[in-house]
């Protein structure tokens, strides 16, 4: 008998007697802040050269908000974007879902509010707190609604402010972070064909390093131990990589482009060497965004298809690793269009 761990999501449906209806990814958009941080001028606050924040971040400037501006308000404005460029009209959302571990209060959720500013007045909404790996997790939601068929449309967004939980006397995190928005919408795969659509999902977490990166409630300020984060987040994401890849029935070879969270530019290029990946496979767009934890593998889902690299019909391998730890990896056959 098969390990039923390795199993196929379409082989446990099919042996449970069930129908899978695969959900696809049918738009990306993005909202980013237009106020920019540069590291010379953060360099100068921190008492460090451009050239030492560069070497060790990749980072050249980051997208920061304004102290009055609203979480929910970007990641209402990703989510009106991307249900426009799908041809979904919220009123016909089932689910909202939003990544986040910034949102506006404590409670409500940012979800309910992004639902309400967009009109999805049918759709139930919450939160997933799940890190930088937040936006996968909410993915993987998402899917599941729809494969089961509680859900036909979905919208998923991730949306962080960590600039607000930045202490700008740290020299070691204050470079790496940034704020950001991106969502997509999620429907049935067209045609109930396999383009579009997404494969495995693969989730992991192990709180036994929970002292390791984190931010209280009281302090509400990021914490970590770099070069510990940068080991897990490199084995991590290279070994969800290579599960998600497998269970998909692949090989890394099979992927046309590779979009890790954007953590840190030394994080990117050990997973493209150790995973001996071409560059030009591989996204990187941290140089002039930052890191902008849950809103990451949307930005740079759509950073990709901008420059053209991310086509109808390419495969895809998205993966993200955060504090808690969480991590996890996902393939997805990129699409388009919804099926309305």
Not at 85 to 113: H, K, M, R, W, Y
Not at 136 to 143: F, K
Not at 167 to 172: A, G, M, Q, V
Request: glycine share 10%; charged share 20%; with cysteine.
């Amino acid at each position: 008998m098969p390990d039923p761990a390795l199993l196929t999501r379409e082989q446990a449906f099919r042996a449970a007697g069930l129908a899978l209806t695969p959900a696809a990814i049918l738009s990306v958009a993005t909202d980013l802040p237009p106020q920019r941080q540069t590291s010379a001028e953060l360099a100068e606050r921190l008492g460090v050269t451009e050239e030492w924040i560069m070497t060790r971040t990749g980072i050249r400037e980051r997208r920061v908000v304004s102290p009055d501006e609203r979480l929910s308000d970007y990641a209402t404005r990703a989510g009106a974007r991307a249900l426009e460029a799908a041809g979904v009209d919220a009123a016909n959302l089932d689910l909202v879902i939003v990544g986040t571990l910034s949102q506006d209060e404590v409670t409500p959720n940012t979800a309910p509010i992004v639902a309400h500013n967009l009109g999805a007045t049918r759709a139930g909404a919450f939160d997933v707190g799940a890190a930088c790996t937040a936006f996968l997790t909410a993915l993987a939601q998402g899917c599941a609604n729809i494969e089961s068929g509680r859900a036909r449309y979905v919208l998923v967004v991730g949306a962080d402010f960590v600039t607000r939980l930045v202490d700008y006397t740290d020299r070691r995190s204050a470079p790496l972070f940034a704020d950001a928005a991106g969502a997509v919408v999620l429907g049935p795969s067209l045609d109930g064909e396999d383009r579009g659509a997404i494969g495995p999902i693969v989730l992991g977490a192990d709180g036994s390093h929970a002292g390791t990166l984190f931010a209280t409630i009281a302090e509400r300020k990021v914490r970590m131990d770099g070069p510990e984060v940068f080991r897990h987040a490199v084995a991590r994401m290279t070994e969800v990589t290579l599960d998600a890849i497998t269970r998909a029935g692949l090989t890394l070879s099979d992927i046309d482009l590779f979009v890790f969270h954007q953590a840190n530019a030394r994080i990117t290029r050990a997973l493209a060497e150790r995973l001996e990946l071409d560059p030009d496979r591989v996204v990187e767009c941290i140089e002039t965004i930052g890191n902008a934890s849950a809103a990451t593998l949307p930005v740079g889902l759509a950073t990709a298809q901008a420059d053209g690299r991310l086509q109808p019909g390419a495969t895809v391998l998205l993966a993200a690793f955060g504090a808690g730890f969480t991590w996890g990896g996902g393939v997805v056959r990129w699409g388009g269009g919804a099926d309305v």
